[in-house]
């Protein structure tokens, strides 16, 4: 393990040990997340599932940082990116088990609330089911968008604010890579079954718990991309 490894892994840690060793800490976050969701969500992508790319970065080219990779632009995108997650999570977390009660079972937004249930899981699977069939495609690809965007304009700040050229970057991405692999596979094997999982746990915990999915997936994307095997 280089330095830099060492130095990550010693940032990460930074993060999360005050949140598990320390009941103030937790509380500070608990009424910071109550009175600020979105901000919280905001922050919360910007630094892990940015910390995500870069690990995800440091596979494929043994490097944390790159010339014309826009650290600080990408942070700025996961934020944005964070916080229509939050909104999502609110939506598809509220909204679907009112569609289960109206398609005839009954319960599912007492389930959601109440001890872990066949009826839960079943709900949470649900919810998990339809964000990522409506939400997480359109997610993917605008972050696609943008990535090929940043890297047009040689990661800096002032070409991220320049016209992004939509039709053009669209029309250049390896749809065979997007659909077949990031959207097809990563949805069903990864996102459908670790959200579920989220979709179980406390609402507060919900987009941090996403976060941290991200860095899981941009290993998962990095190794894809130096891979010799057809996904």
Known sequence: MKKDDILLVMFLGLI???????????????SFYARYPFLMSFIKFAILATTGELIGLRIRTG???????GVLPRAIVWGILGITIQAAFIIFARGVPLLLEFSGLEGSSAAMEG???????????????????????????VHKVTDSHIEMNGGSLKGFFSKIKVSQ?????NWDTHFGFVLKKTIVFFWIPAQTFNFLMPEQFRVLIAAIYGIILGVILAFAAISKSDF
């Open 16 to 30: 999360f040990t005050p949140f598990i060793i320390s009941d103030t800490m937790y509380g500070y976050y608990d």
């Open 63 to 69: 490097k944390y940082f790159a010339k014309g990779f």
């Open 115 to 141: 001890s872990l249930t066949f009826t839960k899981i079943g709900v949470a699977f649900s919810i998990s089911l339809l964000l990522n069939i409506f939400y997480a495609p359109v997610l993917m690809t």
């Open 169 to 173: 970057i669209l029309s250049e991405i």
